[in-house]
Every structure is written in structure tokens, then in C-alpha cells.
């Protein structure tokens, strides 16, 4: 069963801060990873996808990916309130299908 | 520029009867549609894909079916509604496999 593993948190940071989100993933095979955002009775919106190793930067977001520890984070800078939500990792699996995580809840304290 | 439309936003219906949500998709062809549920505290299940008209494939055993009788629409439906329906729906495309998805506004099912 490929798998995609998050702490659930909440993780709670100070307005200002960074606010840092992991992700692992089982299946070796998987070639793209996605970020999305799903506030709290919405449907997921796409932040930010990366395919390739290191890191990809897009605004106050950054996405870095090390396929040989299987892992995926996100950084969000300057976190604003704005940003308290429910953060989804992704993976592409074999069959194309994204497989995701349950989820990372963020609270950005003003 | 491409939208997904899905609806009903809400549902409450009793168990025992049918369901029948709809999702479509505007703006391209021949997409990657997918059923997907999100029950409380827990992740995004994928129940059903479809990759072309008429073909469907499903993830999980369960009391749903889907069907894809245009290119660009997808029916999630079931005949009769357990209470473990429950849940949040959400009607997702992507344009090849792999790529990122697109959500619809999802629909809150709630079997009483």
C-alpha cells in the first residue's frame, strides 16, 4: 500500500515566522509531489508542485525534495494568519493517481 | 482557462435512498476525472477514475458507482445510502497523469 505520511500537528507558529511542513512518502517510484492548501470546509487548492530535487521557490513558499530520504517539505515565510489551514502533501503514484497525506493543520497566531 | 463545476454544495438525504452528484469540466478535453472522499479526521480517498469516456476505475469496494457519459462529465451515484456515506465529495482533474489536480467546490454528503 504506497502511503503518504504527515503530522497531523496542529502546528502552531507566531505570526512572522516560519512555518515548516514535512511529508514522506513510501513509494519509490513516485516522480511529483504537490502542496495544497484546504481551509476548513474547502475543497484542496494547489500551492505549489515540484518534481525535481532541492528546492523551488514561489513567493513565501518554498517546496524541497530529497528522493533518496523520500521526503518533501514546505517552508512558508513571513506566515500570516492567512495561512491557518490544513496542509495536503501528494504524490504521484504508479497507476498516475495522486496518493495523498491527511494532512498538516497550521495555526498562525497573531 | 479551465473550471470544474460540481454540485450540489450540500446534501442531506435518508438512508436508503439514491444519490447522484455531478461534477464537469470546462475549458479542455479529454481529462483525468476523479471521485474522491474526505470523512472527518481522515485523508482524501480515491474512490473512482476515469481516463476516457466509459471507463471507469475503481480504488475501493464500496456502495458507489461512477459513470462518465461525456468527455468532460463525471456522475458519482449510488441506490440506496448507507450512513457511512457520510462525508465531504470532491470531483478533482488533471490534465495527464501525474500532474497536478484540480478541485471542484466539493459537496458535503450528510446520510441521516
Known amino acids: 500500500q504506497k502511503e503518504v505520511e504527515q503530522n497531523s500537528g496542529p502546528l502552531s507558529v507566531p505570526e512572522g515566522a516560519i512555518a515548516s511542513l514535512n511529508c514522506t512518502y513510501s513509494?519509490?517510484?513516485?516522480?511529483?509531489f504537490f502542496w495544497y492548501r484546504q481551509y476548513s470546509g474547502k475543497s484542496p487548492e494547489l500551492i505549489m508542485f515540484?518534481?525535481?530535487?532541492g528546492d523551488k521557490e514561489d513567493g513565501r513558499f518554498t517546496a524541497q525534495l530529497n528522493k533518496a530520504s523520500q521526503y518533501v517539505s514546505l517552508l512558508i515565510r513571513d506566515s500570516q494568519p492567512s495561512d491557518s489551514a490544513t496542509y495536503l502533501c501528494?504524490?504521484?503514484?504508479?497507476?498516475?493517481?495522486?496518493?495523498f497525506g491527511k494532512g498538516t493543520k497550521l495555526s498562525v497566531k497573531p | 482557462s479551465q473550471t470544474i463545476h460540481q454540485w450540489p454544495a450540500t446534501l442531506v438525504q435518508p438512508v436508503g435512498s439514491p444519490l447522484s452528484l455531478e461534477c464537469t469540466v470546462e475549458?479542455?478535453?479529454?481529462?483525468?476525472l476523479y471521485w474522491y472522499r474526505q470523512a472527518a479526521g481522515r485523508g482524501l480517498q480515491l474512490l473512482f477514475y476515469?481516463?476516457?469516456?466509459?471507463?471507469i476505475s475503481s480504488e475501493v469496494p464500496q456502495n458507489l458507482s461512477a459513470s462518465r457519459p461525456q468527455d468532460r462529465q463525471f456522475i458519482l451515484s449510488s441506490k440506496k445510502l448507507l450512513l457511512s456515506d457520510s462525508g465531504f465529495y470532491l470531483c478533482?482533474?488533471?490534465?495527464?497523469?501525474?500532474?497536478?489536480?484540480?478541485f471542484g467546490q466539493g459537496t458535503r454528503l450528510t446520510v441521516v
Open positions: 478533482a482533474w488533471m490534465r495527464t497523469l501525474n500532474t497536478e489536480a484540480f
Open positions: 475549458g479542455t478535453s479529454n481529462p483525468n
Open positions: 501528494a504524490a504521484g503514484g504508479s497507476q498516475g493517481n495522486l496518493i
Open positions: 476515469s481516463v476516457g469516456i466509459g471507463q
Open positions: 515540484i518534481y525535481s530535487n
Open positions: 513509494d519509490r517510484g513516485s516522480q511529483s
